[in-house]
C-alpha cells in the first residue's frame, strides 16, 4: 500500500500537498513562475431544455 494510502489521502489530495512543497523548495528566481501556475478555475455551465442557462467561475 502507497504511503499517501496509509496516511488515509486520496491521490488528488497528495499530488497537491507535493507540488506545493516542490514551488516552496525552488530557488527565488524560479519560484515566482511557479506560483503563477499554483491558481487553478473551473468554469460550471448549468444547461436546460438543451440551453446553458448560468456560468458560474471558482
Known sequence: MSAWRQA??????Y?????KLL????????????LKREASHLKVTKWEDGKPI?????
Open 15 to 19: 499530488s497537491k500537498i507535493s507540488a
Open 54 to 58: 448560468k456560468t458560474s467561475e471558482y
Open 23 to 34: 514551488r516552496q523548495a525552488l530557488k527565488s528566481d524560479l519560484k515566482a513562475d511557479a
Open 8 to 13: 488515509g489521502l486520496n491521490y488528488i489530495n
